[in-house]
């Protein structure tokens, strides 16, 4: 080892040689890296060899290294640190003669911040600690450290002492560490401040610093500490009392010697300052926890838990003057703030009464004070600066985070005593954070930044506790939505807003206090309502620039964070007319382009919708009527189609946008319905006012049918009268007059839409979106009349009678196009699921309607799914997203089907499921029958036709396994037409308990199971084929136990597969190799876990083999190196058959496993007789 590391140019005694450069130390230090760790990670230094045979050999070349790290520190280099940590991994004595100077360049004079470098020392930090944690020793390193600390010094270039991660593994070490050390730790950090409380009055800046430094380290300790409770050891506790009585003492002591001092040197006062503040902060919180927990811990505070003396001695510390006034610094500050807080969290504790006296109320509203007022509040305190919410980086910059983070987290505590002036400064600062905010790229995963606060808090269920608080959020809100228009379009449109609730009127006589103020409220915003109804229902439109556009965008975006559930009436109502006030803002600007973008329209309704859905949405009709609302919104939409403002909008941001409008026109219609706020006369009247417009139209609108604005104004016609029929329908059936009025108006609706789809028909709207609107558009119509017919038919009682729909021509030539362009060419999904839906309610129709080609509509639908399904430009996932549609259409086809029918169909199947199809290249035939056959299986079917279809399921199982073993040799058909097999084999198993009587069935699927293939397959593959694998043997075990247990063999064949499979994929790999495919196999392992679960829990009869199964499970283990992840899943799996194995097992297992086996076999048993048996014995134990 020597002689490599004189080829460093080091000596023999590992000294630098004259000749050494010294810009060579970055590589010689990664180059001594790499021989340590290859001694490390080889297992070359064995620490009781090297001292009984070799005379300590290694461990004196070790110390030949450290000694060279140490005379030739180079702290500007990461490698330097990792070398020490790898020294101190190998034994912590090597580093132990040098431990005041590890301690020293390391951590407490350390200097380089570059990050690199700060990861890599806060790594050996750590280590550090956590090594003389393992030795209980950590008494003695704090001793090393108070020494370090405590030197003379340049203190005021000192880093911070404890960053977080520092404090964080330091608190984890301490927690795990004996009580009786960390009080005795405890003590040392006491006695070195009681040792230099000497020096304070002298004056020395440096003694200042060293306070703060302790100040620090005693609050960190102490905060990690285990509380008290009365489990707790007397002797701890008494120690605990000794040390809290010793603290107050001091503290008292160090204020006292500061009485009358007057110090001109502002870093002292506030260094002392702070190291005050903090230690009584620390005494607060640890005495008053203590007391909460431990009825035996007695505080020396006294009994009656005032706010202290200490808090009431402090203020004289925070009148130290010098000749310029008060010094407080930004932590000073944040101190006070915590000292405050801890008033109120006593008050509480002593009084949690809901009602206090006048004086104590007081006193609390003057504590609030302290901890936020207006005048902090007014500063712009946003800032782009990020926390990491550690006491010694509160300065100037990180304050503001710091500060709003207090507030934030302690808001249920003050807000009931904020005045209404700072409850709307929190909101306002809130909002602005949000709104001009963004984090930095830079920002660490643990660092608070005002913009990560107030984003938290206004998603948080924190703010909906907080009435007073949410209603200002609201407020502000409301004032911005109409704030960003000019003031004088504003007074012009709405004149009411910028009045009080007395200008609009008074309350109603009779009416006092909080009602009468309530009373006004609602005058003053039904005035605003109607002005903006009437503006809106003028066609009028604000002017608005693109800025004021982004701040809206914004704006609206935030809003839609807000709960409506908890927004109060008034609030509730603000915002809604703000928000629908803001939709009248669309024109053309100079440019000719829209002012508001589509987008922002689709927001606000989309927005408007959304708070429609809270309890406060009944409160809109009490200030508007519902078809008001309703004809302001359309006529409003419809007056820009007179100006042509949508006439550039492309056809993807106009169906978006449509459906948003479609959504707001639902939440009103349901409102009113569900409220029964006037159904009749406001449902009456806004189909009048839609039926009316679309006359009034239709004519120009048809001679000019080739324009796209045209085009859009018919779809939005189609789009309100869809929805109001939606609507309709879904309450038709309550009441026999409502049901009378309803359906009146529905064949109202219907006369017109049948024009107006041909027209938009006619209007060739190619895109993939537009088809998808014309075909629901047809579906709901058929849904209508239906509806419609039938409710007429119930009335005179002629159910049987042959129903006429009046537009059932057009929906004849709708279908048999849809029929012919459905499997051709490529179609959108969207297009797919609406042509599908559309399918099942005119296959109805045609049943209701007994159209003489019933037979004919039947096979060609089939005919047509079956297309569709081999379609070569149809996915599986495609496949997947439509099983829902086609469930739905296969249940309307086979609910009243013949035998013919039913035949026709079983012909299909068994002609597209011969297994010499795969070899011939047609499996996207056999892939659509064996999908056909999941979904058959999937459906509600009349108990004739259920009969018949799982009498023929044994020949369609047994053919399916034909169908495996021919897809299984062709590996890259294991997605496409493999595991659809396996998945249509699981259905018929799930679905088919009580039909799938003969063993050989399921026996028939396990065999199937083998022909799967999972070596060299692409991840996504392997995936999905181990997951069919899987979920057929969960099937098998969770429906079929007793089958299971007869072929047992079969079954753990086939589960050893599995194991097998994942046990070689999920091997250690390089690091770049890790990422990619991680995910994957890790959801295998916890399949395999869960799987074993199952059969350690399912059957008893099972046990048997429970030896042989950990028998199969150890041998593949011994054979790689497994991810830790995946060991992980895999280890608790083979737990729970451990679990089943009896004492006999286990010596049958140490008997015949061979050697490497046998030691594998024997860790997992210590392992889990260490850890899982005894926590498992625990949980009975508990559980009777």
């Known amino acids: 080892m020597t002689k490599f590391l004189t080829a460093f140019d080091f000596t023999d005694d590992l000294n630098i040689k004259e000749s050494f450069n010294e810009a060579n130390w970055k590589f010689a230090l990664l180059a001594l890296e790499d021989i340590l760790g290859s001694c490390l990670t080889g297992d070359i230094y064995n620490v009781a060899a090297d001292k009984i045979h070799d005379g300590v050999v290694q461990f004196n070349f070790y110390r030949k290294v450290a000694q060279l790290l140490f005379n030739n520190a180079q702290t500007g280099i990461p490698a330097w640190y990792r070398c020490l940590k790898i020294l101190l991994e190998l ?132 905060f990690s500490l285990k509380t008290l409770d009365d489990s707790t050891p007397l002797p701890i506790v008494r120690q605990t009392q000794s040390l809290m009585e010793e603290m107050l003492k001091f503290v008292r002591g160090l204020l006292q010697r500061l009485e009358g001092v007057l110090i001109t040197d502002n870093l002292w006062v506030e260094k002392i300052q702070e190291a005050s503040l903090l230690l009584t902060h620390t005494w607060h919180e640890a005495d008053t926890l203590f007391q909460i927990h431990c009825s035996k811990y007695t505080s020396p505070d006294g009994p009656t838990g005032a706010v202290s003396p200490i808090s009431d001695t402090v203020q004289k510390l925070l009148v130290l003057r010098e000749s310029g006034g008060q010094v407080t610094s930004p932590l000073s500050r944040f101190l006070q703030k915590l000292l405050a807080l801890h008033r109120m969290k006593r008050h509480s504790l002593i009084s949690p009464s809901p009602t206090l006296d006048m004086d104590t109320q007081d006193v609390l509203c003057e504590t609030v004070q302290v901890v936020v007022n207006s005048q902090e509040l007014s500063v712009n305190l946003y800032t782009d600066q990020t926390w990491d919410r550690q006491f010694c980086s509160v300065n100037s910059d990180t304050y503001p985070v710091a500060f709003w983070f207090l507030v934030t987290t302690n ?129 009028a439109s604000i002017p608005i620039s693109k800025t004021q556009v982004d701040t809206l965008l914004q704006l609206v975006r935030l809003t839609s964070v807000l709960n409506p559930y908890a927004i109060s009436p008034e609030d509730y109502l603000g915002l809604f007319l703000g928000l629908f006030f803001m939709t009248l803002c669309v024109q053309r600007n100079e440019n000719g382009a829209l002012s508001v973008p589509v987008n922002l329209l689709k927001e606000l309704f989309g927005l408007m919708d959304s708070l429609l859905l809270g309890k406060n949405s009944h409160t809109i009709l009490k200030v508007v009527h519902g078809s008001t609302l309703l004809e302001a919104a359309m006529t409003s939409l419809f007056s820009r189609f007179d100006k042509d403002l ?102 109202k609706i219907i006369s017109i839409m049948g024009p107006a789809t041909q027209t938009v028909l006619m209007g060739k709207a190619d895109s993939g979106l537009g088809q998808s609107f014309s075909i629901d558009v047809g579906t709901v119509m058929i849904k209508s009349e239906l509806a419609t017919v039938f409710h007429q038919t119930q009335d005179t ?211 199937a199971l083998e022909f799967v293939p999972l070596e060299n397959q692409c991840l996504e593959d392997y995936y999905s084929a181990f997951h069919a694998i899987h979920e057929a043997l969960y099937a098998i075990i969770l429906y079929y136990p007793k089958i299971m247990l007869q072929a047992s063999p079969v079954f753990l064949n086939c589960f050893y597969r599995l194991v097998v499979s994942i046990i070689r994929e999920g091997r250690q790999k390089e690091e770049d190799e890790k990422g990619k495919d991680s995910e994957k196999l890790l959801k295998c392992a916890m399949l395999v876990e869960r799987m074993y679960n199952h059969i350690g829990t399912t059957a008893e009869n099972f046990t048997v083999l429970s030896s042989f199964i950990v028998a199969q499970y150890v041998t593949e283990l011994q054979k790689v190196t497994l991810r830790p992840e995946i060991k992980a899943h895999l280890t608790e799996g083979i737990y729970c058959i451990l679990d089943q194995c009896v004492e006999q097992d286990i010596k049958f297992l140490n008997r015949t496993l061979q050697m490497g086996v046998k030691e594998v076999f024997r860790e997992l048993y210590k392992n889990y007789t260490h850890y899982h048996k005894s926590q498992r014995q625990g949980e009975e134990k508990y559980t009777v």
């Open 91 to 222: 034994n912590h004595q090597i580093l132990q003669p040098d431990l005041d100077e590890l301690v020293s360049s390391v951590w407490v004079d350390a200097d380089n911040m570059e990050l690199q470098v700060k990861k890599a020392r806060e790594m050996l930090i750590c280590a550090v600690l956590q090594t003389y944690a393992k030795l209980r020793q950590l008494p003695r390193l704090f001793e090393e450290l108070l020494v370090v600390i405590c030197r003379p010094a340049a203190d005021e270039l000192r880093q911070e002492l404890l960053p977080e991660a520092l404090q964080n593994c330091l608190g984890q070490c301490l927690l795990d560490n004996p009580p009786s050390q960390n009080l005795e730790i405890c003590r040392l950090v006491l006695e070195k401040m009681q040792n230099d409380l000497s020096y304070i009055q002298e004056g020395r800046r440096e003694s200042a610093l060293k306070m703060f430094s302790l100040s620090v380290l005693m609050h960190a300790v102490i």
């Open 411 to 539: 808001l249920p505590l003050i807000s009931p005593y904020l005045t209404r002036e700072v409850t709307s400064r929190i909101a306002d600062t809130i909002l602005n954070s949000l709104l001009q905010g963004h984090s930095g790229s830079n920002m660490e995963e643990t660092d608070l930044s005002f913009l990560l606060i107030s984003k938290q808090l206004l998603q948080s269920t924190v703010m909906c506790e907080l009435p007073n608080l949410y209603s200002a959020v609201v407020t502000s809100v409301t004032d911005r939505l109409f704030g960003l228009l000019n003031a004088s379009d504003v007074q012009f449109f709405c004149p009411s807003f910028f009045k009080s609730c007395t200008e609009i009127g008074v309350a109603s006589e009779g009416k006092e206090g909080l009602i009468a103020e309530i009373s006004s409220s609602f005058n003053r915003l039904k005035a605003i309502a109607e002005e903006i109804m009437d503006c809106a229902k003028t066609g």
């Open 646 to 747: 949508f006439r550039s909008v492309d056809s993807s941001s106009w169906f978006s946008f449509l459906q948003s409008v479609q959504a707001f026109i639902h939440s009103i219609t349901h409102v009113i319905l569900e409220r029964k706020s006037s159904v009749r006369i406001n449902l009456d009247k806004f189909t009048t006012f839609m039926i009316d417009r679309a006359l009034a139209v239709g004519t120009s609108f048809v001679d000019s049918r080739d324009c796209a604005d045209a085009l859009y104004s018919f779809q939005l016609h189609l789009a309100t009268f869809s929805t109001l029929c939606k609507e309709m329908m879904s309450v038709l059936g309550k009441s026999p007059q409502l049901d009378e009025f309803l359906t009146q108006l529905l064949g």
């Open 797 to 1007: 009682g002629d159910g049987d009678h042959q129903h006429k729909l009046s537009n059932m021509t057009l929906y004849n030539s709708f279908g048999q196009q849809i029929l012919e362009e459905i499997y051709p060419t490529p179609q959108p999904m969207e297009v797919l699921i609406s042509s599908l839906h559309y399918l099942s309610v005119f296959y109805l129709a045609a049943e209701k309607t007994r159209v003489s080609d019933l037979e004919s509509v039947h096979i060609k639908i089939l005919q047509s799914v079956y297309k569709l399904l081999s379609s070569a430009w149809l996915s599986v996932s495609e496949v997947k997203e439509l099983e829902a549609p086609l469930i739905n259409l296969l249940n309307q086809l086979m609910g009243s089907s013949s035998e013919e029918q039913l035949q026709s169909l079983f012909l299909m199947i068994r002609g597209g499921l011969v297994a010499s199809q795969i070899d011939e290249g047609f499996h996207k035939d056999v892939f659509a029958t064996v999908t056909l056959i999941k979904l058959l299986a999937s459906c509600s079917l009349s108990e004739t036709t259920s009969e018949m279809f799982w009498r023929v399921v044994p020949h369609i199982m047994s053919s399916l396994v034909f169908v495996v073993r021919a897809s299984g040799q062709v590996s890259s058909l294991t997605s496409l037409v493999t595991v659809p097999v396996i998945e249509t084999l699981i259905t018929l198993l799930r679905q088919g308990e009580t039909h799938i009587s003969d063993p050989h069935h399921v026996v028939l699927v396990l065999g």
